[in-house]
């Protein structure tokens, strides 16, 4: 029988978030030993046979799901545990890794969302319909080979109606403007809208903080690193000057930004790297808004351009990226831009790490 397993594999506590190129090297390490594996030995010379596995990493470890073919649920979860720490013992650069949860589980959100998305209870096999009658937060189930298909297609689209509810919710605190600034005429496509770019503020909020610990422990600029999250994504001709400290500065704008757009009375951008933030966290959005797949995807761009005629006040952030330096005016200056800018009457008491360095 085929066992679906999720292992989770945690990095040292109190060390630091492993960047991209880090994740990208443990996804690596972890599939160069798991495709080699063939085979794997129980109690009793039991046979448990890897058929398929797929990795994914984040900041402070990895997720392994695998899929193995064993006599009983309890010998694939034993079995998979085992092999991991085996592997993690063998890999120096995972020296003090830990492997967590090693189970065959869902939650009992997940599960449920999954059948009643798509399946009539008759429709379930008796595997399925066995492992169901647990109590608690996690249960265990059986998955046989041929329910495999039909629950993950019924649990991805549990998880799009999920991200599609969580967009909505976010929308209603964009409070800074009005729904018609994003020119859409229904009314739950322009919360999609509002939705997804306060999603894109925070995604923006959370590569920034890799960003700065990047910049920090490398000791260099934006011009001198290649894996980056976001501000490989500003004007790239003052890439030389995208420092640790100046990822720092732009990151307390990134969360006033957030802040502001969840506050009444939007005034146009308080500083030109506000306006560079908003343009990120708009890009952020375009991606979301293409996963859920809420609206078509060649007029995302062009709603979004109708939204900035709105919220940029004028400030035309595009050129810093389209004409050389010599040639932008004083407000766009690299200089300036995190100076409150003065055709905005209401600027708030200014953040101390955006005061001019002495």
Same mark, same amino acid.
């Given at each position: 029988m085929e066992y679906q397993l999720t292992a989770e594999l945690a990095s040292p506590p109190g060390t630091p978030d492993l960047d991209p190129l880090q994740q990208v090297g443990v996804m690596s390490l972890l599939d160069d030993r798991?495709? /080699?594996?063939?085979?794997?030995?129980?109690?009793?010379?039991?046979?448990?046979?890897p058929v398929e596995h797929s990795l994914e990493a984040h900041l402070s470890g990895a997720v392994v799901n695998w899929l193995l073919d064993a006599p009983a649920l309890v010998l694939a979860?034993?079995?998979? *545990?085992?092999?991991?720490?085996?592997?993690?013992?063998?890999?120096?650069?995972?020296?003090?890794?830990?492997?967590? /949860?090693?189970?065959? !589980?869902? !939650?009992?959100?997940?599960?449920?969302?999954?059948l009643a998305a798509?399946?009539?209870?008759?429709?379930?096999s008796d595997n399925l319909l066995a492992g169901l009658g647990a109590a608690g937060?996690?249960?265990?189930?059986?998955?046989?080979?041929?329910?495999?298909?039909?629950?993950q297609a019924a649990v991805q689209k549990a998880e799009l109606a999920d991200r599609r509810s969580?967009?909505? /919710?976010?929308?209603?605190?964009? *409070?800074?403007?009005d729904l018609s600034v994003f020119g859409e005429s229904d009314e739950v496509k322009a919360r999609y809208l509002a939705g997804a770019l306060l999603h894109g503020v925070r995604m923006l909020t959370d590569e920034l903080v890799s960003d700065v610990q990047l910049l920090d422990d490398e000791e260099a600029t934006v011009d001198e690193v290649e894996a980056l999250w976001a501000l490989d994504e500003l004007p790239p001709q003052?890439?030389?000057?995208?420092?640790?400290?100046?990822?720092?500065?732009?990151?307390?704008?990134?969360?006033?930004?957030? /802040?502001?757009?969840?506050?009444?009375?939007?005034?146009?951008?308080?500083?030109?790297?506000?306006?560079?933030?908003?343009?990120?966290?708009e890009s952020r959005a375009e991606v979301e808004l293409d996963l859920t797949e809420v609206l078509e995807a060649d007029r995302v761009s062009g709603i979004f351009s109708v939204f900035n005629s709105h919220a940029l006040g004028g400030l035309d952030s595009d050129l810093l990226y389209e004409i050389p330096e010599s040639e932008v005016d004083a407000e766009l200056a690299f200089a300036n831009w995190f100076r409150p800018r003065t055709e905005t009457s209401r600027t708030p008491a200014w953040h101390p790490y955006l005061l001019d360095e002495e």
């Open positions: 798991l495709n /080699h594996l063939v085979s794997i030995e129980g109690p009793d010379g039991v046979e448990i046979i979860e034993e079995a998979a *545990r085992a092999v991991l720490e085996q592997l993690v013992d063998e890999i120096d650069l995972l020296e003090d890794w830990e492997v967590k /949860h090693c189970a065959v !589980t869902a !939650t009992d959100d997940q599960l449920e969302s999954a798509s399946m009539d209870p008759d429709e379930l937060d996690m249960r265990t189930f059986l998955i046989g080979a041929e329910d495999t298909d039909e629950i969580r967009l909505l /919710h976010k929308g209603e605190c964009l *409070r800074a403007f003052y890439a030389d000057r995208y420092s640790a400290l100046f990822a720092k500065r732009f990151l307390v704008v990134a969360s006033v930004l957030g /802040h502001r757009l969840t506050q009444e009375d939007w005034n146009g951008p308080l500083c030109v790297a506000e306006a560079l933030a908003l343009r990120i966290a």
